[in-house]
């Protein structure tokens, strides 16, 4: 197992920012990536990072609002969000893969957090 422990949710009004770290207890794997899913709805992908850094993804929703980072000394993802809209409100997930073709699947990674808690109010 690669226990992954999300931090740095809460609460924020609308416009706001929050920074989410996602800390590995071991090493991490090729890519991170950050999931989210609102009450009712499906898990949806956010954002990922290939192992240097050098590569990042996101979803059209979060574009130039999110940065995802990592600090791989620090076994460590973060997940900066700026100018937030209570549509981001959701359980935000990190998880990790071996694999180097998977990004947006969730069926392709293979550790997951436990979420933590972000909710934007208008």
């Known amino acids: 197992q690669v226990p992954l422990v999300e931090s740095g949710g809460g609460l924020v009004q609308a416009g706001g920012s929050l920074r989410l770290s996602c800390a590995a207890t071991e090493r991490t794997f090729s890519r991170m990536a950050w999931f989210r899913q609102a009450s009712g709805k499906e898990r949806e992908f956010v954002a990922a990072i290939n192992w240097s850094g050098s590569n990042t993804v996101y979803a059209d929703s979060v574009k130039g609002r999110f940065t995802i980072s990592r600090d791989n000394a620090k076994n460590t993802v973060y997940l900066q969000m700026n100018s937030l809209k209570p549509a981001d409100t959701a359980v935000y997930y990190c998880?990790?893969?071996?694999?180097?073709?998977?990004?947006?699947?969730?069926?392709?990674?293979?550790?997951w957090g436990q979420g933590t808690q972000v909710t934007v109010s208008s």
């Open positions: 998880a990790t893969t071996r694999s180097l073709s998977t990004i947006y699947n969730q069926h392709g990674y293979d550790y």
